[in-house]
């Protein structure tokens, strides 16, 4: 389930991932995802619950659920303690599905967490979700080792 984006920068010598903490657009509202999903962003951010994000991977698209995490608890955590566990977990998975580090990696990430109102109604999931930021993808950059 996403909600909020944040985004990170990537494609630096450093390992460091560094999050932006207030989200690029307003929240799209519970959307189910999973791993291997491809996403059309225009469509995730249209704010219209009734768009589809979801597109072929074979076909161009914009971005691709790397993982799938769930943040424990039942009290809403703050924004920074979402910020904090979305950005160092999807650095660790996204060496699994890359092949390579983030930090030396050409490709970017962004994910999304839960808002209070999607937590209320049960909401845990961190998706993750890789991207090219210099074109759009046809495939899966499963592997991709770039």
Request: proline letters at 7%; charged letters at 20%; a negative charge.
């Amino acid at each position: 389930m996403i909600s909020t984006l944040v985004d990170t920068y990537g494609g630096g010598p450093s390992p460091v991932v560094t999050p932006t903490v207030t989200p690029t657009f307003p929240p799209t509202g519970i959307v189910e995802l999973a791993i291997g999903d491809c996403l059309d962003q225009m469509n995730l951010e249209d704010g219209i619950n009734s768009t589809e994000p979801v597109v072929e991977c074979d076909s161009e698209h914009d971005l691709e659920v790397f993982a799938s995490l769930t943040v424990d608890g039942t009290a809403y955590p703050s924004v920074e303690d979402l910020v904090s566990f979305g950005s160092k977990q999807c650095a660790l998975e996204f060496k699994t599905f890359v092949g390579l580090d983030f930090g030396i990696s050409a490709l970017d990430f962004q994910y999304y967490y839960p808002t209070e109102s999607s937590w209320a109604k049960g909401d845990r999931g961190v998706d993750c979700v890789i991207f090219d930021p210099t074109q759009r993808t046809t495939g899966t950059l499963a592997d991709a080792k770039r």
